[in-house]
């Protein structure tokens, strides 16, 4: 009943020209100050106090030239921001660089592991227990050989260290009865490498003896945005040349094949040629680097696969071709063999999966899951169809996007009526109950999200455009047949009569007790089951206009009431925005019993 009171009050002022008053600030009525609800009055209160604080400030701000020094931070800051959003690149695995450290050594020593290769300035702590006692370090010589007491020297250079803990414990079992040897590193050599190609700092550096390829791509600030990883170069010594894919790493973090360094090191990154972007649909939307035999499918597990949101029966490519960008379709049997070209950019069709709550009188009420092709009618075949005693013509469905829609109309009609009582007090004199009630339901007002839809299933088989998409989250009711018609607001009696068929609207009204004395015979508004909402001109000229005044079951009649004008301000105008919102709640009364 709260939103019929409502729909009384602001339907009755309904034809007048909207005007902003000139001029300084008047004071408001007190009687109409009084009569708003606490919440209102203060947002009026509020909104009078910021009018005149801008009046003021207009007329007392002057130029300066003081400089805030908490906004010079604030710019720097925003600076550096920029700056680094500038840096950030679509290529993927090359943000994992951009922690370059503020020195070319790490922070702290990697650990090392049995695959350590020990070469020359390596020390190695031998501590030894049994029937000979002792702890000594050595250093590997330049000969790659160690010195262990009463036994020799052995060469360890070139063997990894799990390696040499077996061979110098064997020496000391072999050598000695009843002497067992614990081998560790004491300090690990510094090894210099030379980094070129397309990296930020190229140049020759001094790492810790065991820094693998990743730890030196970050000392020098990573690989630029033309530069591989796929095809890194390593040159060694009296090796032969070693070309590492750093992929496997990035992406599933296998670091097996990564190799360590060593001193005399060259590491050359050269330019990626297929570079392909996995647009929307992907897991990881980025730019993927390709190798010549690769394909759709591999971008696709580089990608992390597609979404579950995405179509994966086909995908779209876009290819730069004389001139111009084309759109190719791939179907998915073809993804294993079609090969990217540079630059090429591949999408995913959106497959929208969600769920939709269906009640009422169908033979199998719940939620459904559906996708982006689903429409009105597959889900009400879903749920079994209609019961006997259904009603589809009064059916209603709810959407949360409408919903949104609906509040903020709703804040916006409120916030235009309070700027209008703070600009102009003077328009609310003898005008305060209507006034505050209005503002008082606009402020309270819970919107519904209803959408006008069909139901009929005849209708929807035979028009597709009435067979509208499902969204996520919607909600579908469909009640029993009442043969009630609702007549509510200035009537003598209001409440549900019978229906009757052919009868017309003025006999409904009739048979609720007539018009009573303060009714609006401007306008009274039929409501249909179905939502649809119109406007019966009763006085003037237009009431000879051919009007559509059907009336069905489940109807509502809405007679407002006539408070007069109030100069400057259309009422009607302020809150139509949610008329229509109010109006559908009234026509699923009959839904709700």
Same mark, same amino acid.
């Given at each position: 009943?709260?939103?019929?009171?409502?729909?009384?009050?602001?339907?009755?002022?309904?034809?007048?020209?909207?005007?902003?008053?000139?001029?300084?600030?008047?004071?408001?009525?007190?009687?109409?100050?009084?009569?708003?609800?606490?919440?209102?009055?203060?947002?009026?209160?509020?909104?009078?106090?910021?009018?005149?604080?801008?009046?003021?400030?207009?007329?007392?701000?002057?130029?300066?030239?003081?400089?805030?020094?908490?906004?010079?931070?604030?710019?720097?800051?925003?600076?550096?921001?920029?700056?680094?959003?500038?840096?950030?690149?679509?290529?993927?695995?090359?943000?994992?660089?951009?922690?370059?450290?503020?020195?070319?050594?790490?922070?702290?020593?990697?650990?090392?592991?049995?695959?350590?290769?020990?070469?020359?300035?390596?020390?190695?702590?031998?501590?030894?227990?049994?029937?000979?006692?002792?702890?000594?370090?050595?250093?590997?010589?330049?000969?790659?050989?160690?010195?262990?007491?009463?036994?020799?020297?052995?060469?360890?250079?070139?063997?990894?260290?799990?390696?040499?803990?077996?061979?110098?414990?064997?020496?000391?079992?072999?050598?000695?009865?009843?002497?067992?040897?614990?081998?560790?590193?004491?300090?690990?050599?510094?090894?210099?490498?030379?980094?070129?190609?397309?990296?930020?700092?190229?140049?020759?550096?001094?790492?810790?003896?065991?820094?693998?390829?990743?730890?030196?791509?970050?000392?020098?600030?990573?690989?630029?945005?033309?530069?591989?990883?796929?095809?890194?170069?390593?040159?060694?010594?009296?090796?032969?040349?070693?070309?590492?894919?750093?992929?496997?790493?990035?992406?599933?973090?296998?670091?097996?094949?990564?190799?360590?360094?060593?001193?005399?090191?060259?590491?050359?990154?050269?330019?990626?040629?297929?570079?392909?972007?996995?647009?929307?649909?992907?897991?990881?939307?980025?730019?993927?680097?390709?190798?010549?035999?690769?394909?759709?499918?591999?971008?696709?597990?580089?990608?992390?696969?597609?979404?579950?949101?995405?179509?994966?029966?086909?995908?779209?490519?876009?290819?730069?071709?004389?001139?111009?960008?084309?759109?190719?379709?791939?179907?998915?049997?073809?993804?294993?063999?079609?090969?990217?070209?540079?630059?090429?950019?591949?999408?995913?069709?959106?497959?929208?999966?969600?769920?939709?709550?269906?009640?009422?009188? &169908?033979?199998? =009420? #719940?939620?459904? /899951?559906?996708?982006?092709?689903?429409?009105? *009618?597959?889900? +009400?075949? !879903? @749920? $079994? %169809?209609?019961?006997?005693?259904?009603?589809?013509?009064?059916?209603?469905?709810?959407?949360?996007?409408?919903?949104?829609?609906?509040?903020?109309?709703?804040?916006?009609?409120?916030?235009?009526?309070?700027?209008?009582?703070?600009?102009?007090?003077?328009?609310?004199?003898?005008?305060?109950?209507?006034?505050?009630?209005?503002?008082?339901?606009?402020?309270?007002?819970?919107?519904?999200?209803?959408?006008?839809?069909?139901?009929?299933?005849?209708?929807?088989?035979?028009?597709?455009?009435?067979?509208?998409?499902?969204?996520?989250?919607?909600?579908?009711?469909?009640?029993?047949?009442?043969?009630?018609?609702?007549?509510?607001?200035? &009537?003598?009696? =209001? #409440?549900?009569? /019978?229906?009757?068929?052919?009868?017309?609207? *003025?006999?409904? +009204?009739? !048979? @609720? $007790? %007539?018009?009573?004395?303060?009714?609006?015979?401007?306008?009274?508004?039929?409501?249909?089951?179905?939502?649809?909402?119109?406007?019966?001109?009763?006085?003037?000229?237009?009431?000879?206009?051919?009007?559509?005044?059907?009336?069905?079951?489940?109807?509502?009649?809405?007679?407002?009431?006539?408070?007069?004008?109030?100069?400057?301000?259309?009422?009607?105008?302020?809150?139509?925005?949610?008329?229509?919102?109010?109006?559908?709640?009234?026509?699923?009364?009959?839904?709700?019993?």
């Amino acid at each position: 009943m709260k939103k019929i009171i409502f729909l009384t009050s602001i339907l009755l002022i309904s034809s007048f020209i909207y005007s902003q008053e000139a001029g300084a600030l008047n004071s408001i009525d007190k009687d109409f100050l009084e009569s708003l609800p606490e919440s209102v009055r203060d947002d009026v209160m509020a909104e009078m106090g910021t009018k005149k604080e801008q009046n003021d400030k207009n007329l007392q701000q002057r130029p300066s030239s003081e400089i805030s020094r908490l906004d010079t931070v604030k710019n720097w800051e925003n600076f550096n921001k920029q700056q680094s959003l500038a840096n950030k690149s679509e290529r993927y695995g090359l943000t994992l660089f951009n922690s370059m450290q503020s020195s070319f050594m790490p922070l702290n020593e990697p650990n090392f592991g049995n695959n350590y290769i020990v070469d020359y300035g390596d020390f190695i702590n031998i501590e030894l227990f049994g029937t000979e006692a002792d702890s000594y370090i050595v250093e590997v010589k330049r000969d790659g050989t160690v010195t262990l007491d009463k036994i020799g020297a052995i060469r360890v250079a070139g063997l990894n260290f799990e390696q040499v803990t077996s061979l110098i414990s064997k020496k000391y079992n072999t050598s000695f009865i009843g002497v067992e040897a614990i081998v560790s590193l004491s300090a690990i050599r510094d090894i210099n490498i030379l980094v070129t190609g397309n990296v930020n700092f190229p140049g020759m550096y001094t790492l810790s003896g065991n820094s693998n390829i990743l730890q030196a791509l970050n000392i020098v600030g990573g690989i630029n945005q033309d530069g591989t990883l796929r095809n890194i170069t390593l040159k060694r010594a009296n090796k032969e040349t070693q070309n590492i894919d750093l992929y496997q790493a990035l992406l599933f973090g296998d670091i097996q094949n990564v190799p360590f360094l060593q001193s005399g090191d060259s590491i050359h990154i050269g330019p990626a040629f297929n570079l392909v972007r996995a647009g929307y649909g992907f897991n990881k939307e980025a730019i993927f680097e390709l190798k010549e035999d690769e394909t759709i499918n591999d971008l696709i597990n580089y990608a992390g696969g597609l979404k579950n949101e995405s179509k994966n029966d086909a995908l779209t490519l876009v290819r730069f071709d004389n001139n111009k960008f084309n759109s190719y379709k791939v179907e998915s049997s073809n993804f294993l063999s079609y090969k990217t070209q540079h630059l090429d950019s591949i999408y995913a069709d959106k497959e929208r999966i969600g769920t939709i709550t269906i009640t009422g009188d &169908v033979k199998h =009420p #719940g939620k459904y /899951s559906i996708s982006s092709t689903d429409r009105i *009618l597959d889900i +009400i075949k !879903r @749920s $079994g %169809g209609y019961t006997d005693s259904a009603y589809p013509f009064g059916g209603t469905l709810f959407r949360e996007s409408a919903k949104k829609l609906e509040g903020v109309f709703a804040t916006k009609s409120y916030q235009n009526l309070i700027s209008f009582i703070a600009a102009s007090p003077s328009a609310t004199n003898g005008q305060a109950q209507g006034l505050a009630l209005i503002l008082s339901e606009l402020k309270d007002y819970k919107p519904l999200g209803r959408v006008i839809a069909e139901f009929n299933e005849n209708n929807l088989e035979e028009n597709l455009q009435d067979n509208i998409f499902l969204n996520d989250g919607d909600e579908i009711f469909i009640p029993s047949y009442q043969s009630n018609v609702f007549i509510f607001g200035e &009537v003598g009696n =209001p #409440g549900s009569v /019978s229906f009757k068929e052919n009868e017309s609207m *003025l006999a409904y +009204i009739e !048979r @609720s $007790g %007539g018009l009573t004395r303060y009714s609006s015979k401007d306008s009274i508004f039929i409501v249909s089951p179905n939502g649809e909402t119109k406007k019966i001109y009763m006085n003037g000229l237009k009431k000879y206009l051919a009007q559509d005044i059907s009336v069905y079951p489940g109807s509502v009649i809405y007679v407002p009431r006539h408070v007069g004008k109030i100069e400057g301000i259309n009422y009607y105008a302020t809150i139509a925005p949610i008329f229509s919102s109010l109006a559908l709640s009234i026509a699923s009364l009959n839904s709700i019993n």
